[in-house]
């Protein structure tokens, strides 16, 4: 089973107003990643939380961590047509090396 | 800077026919992976490889064979195409994700078996 759950499953909202998402997993975490991946691209990494952070920015990007709760959030500020895409959780869990990903939220931007 | 590069970017199998996915990256990552995203599914772990010679399984490997005889190349191998296999498949590399470093991706094979 994946390791990663989004929620929710897809969100619609409109030009300047903020997104959240939020990611659960399953056991102890290294790290939390977040991607972006764009209608028929590639991933792209957007940030990455370790497991010792509870707070992390980049630009209009804001990734919170509670490893007590196991789980995280992503906020996407003041939003713009071109945010529209999917978003991922990743986590490295501890003691291993794999990079497993969550079910994805599909984010649409609305003009 | 070249990246990751996957070909082909589009496939048709017959079922029961064999293929191979390429994956190269330049940018010296021990770690490499190989990802199959289905609709509602996100992305799962196929197998990985943390580097040279050394290759394991991920969450769904059953119809797939990997090998790493460099740093560069981890190709995907699909010996007998079934028509579940129809997915998009994604290869992916890092510095070890351990480490607290991103994965950078290619850009997609879209597989369709019929």
């Known amino acids: 089973s994946q390791q990663g759950e989004e929620d929710p499953q897809a969100l619609s909202i409109q030009e300047g107003e903020n997104a959240t998402m939020n990611c659960s997993y399953k056991?102890?975490?290294?790290?939390l990643q977040w991607y972006r991946q764009n209608s028929g691209r590639g991933l792209v990494h957007l940030i990455l939380?370790?497991?010792?952070?509870r707070e992390k920015h980049s630009g209009r990007l804001r990734v919170t961590l509670d490893t007590s709760k196991k789980s995280s959030s992503l906020l996407i500020t003041a939003s713009r047509a071109a945010d529209t895409a999917s978003y991922f959780c990743?986590?490295?869990?501890?003691?291993?090396?794999?990079?497993?990903f969550g079910t994805g939220t599909r984010l649409t931007i609305i003009p | 800077n070249a990246g990751v590069t996957q070909t082909p970017k589009f496939q048709v199998l017959k079922t029961g026919q064999s293929m191979t996915l390429q994956c190269a990256q330049d940018?010296?990552?021990?770690?490499m992976s190989w990802y199959r995203q289905d609709p509602g599914m996100g992305l799962r772990l196929i197998h990985y490889?943390?580097?040279?010679?050394?290759?394991d399984q991920g969450e769904v490997p059953n119809g797939y064979n990997v090998s790493r005889s460099t740093t560069e190349d981890f190709p995907l191998r699909l010996l007998s195409a079934a028509p579940s296999q129809t997915s998009v498949y994604f290869c992916?590399?890092?510095?070890?994700?351990?480490?607290?470093?991103?994965?950078?991706f290619g850009q997609g094979t879209r597989l369709t078996v019929v």
């Open positions: 992916a590399s890092s510095y070890f994700p351990g480490l607290n470093t991103e994965a950078f």
């Open positions: 056991t102890s975490i290294n790290n």
């Open positions: 939380i370790r497991s010792n952070e």
């Open positions: 990743a986590t490295v869990p501890f003691g291993n090396e794999k990079l497993t």
């Open positions: 940018m010296n990552h021990e770690y």
């Open positions: 490889s943390v580097g040279a010679g050394i290759t």
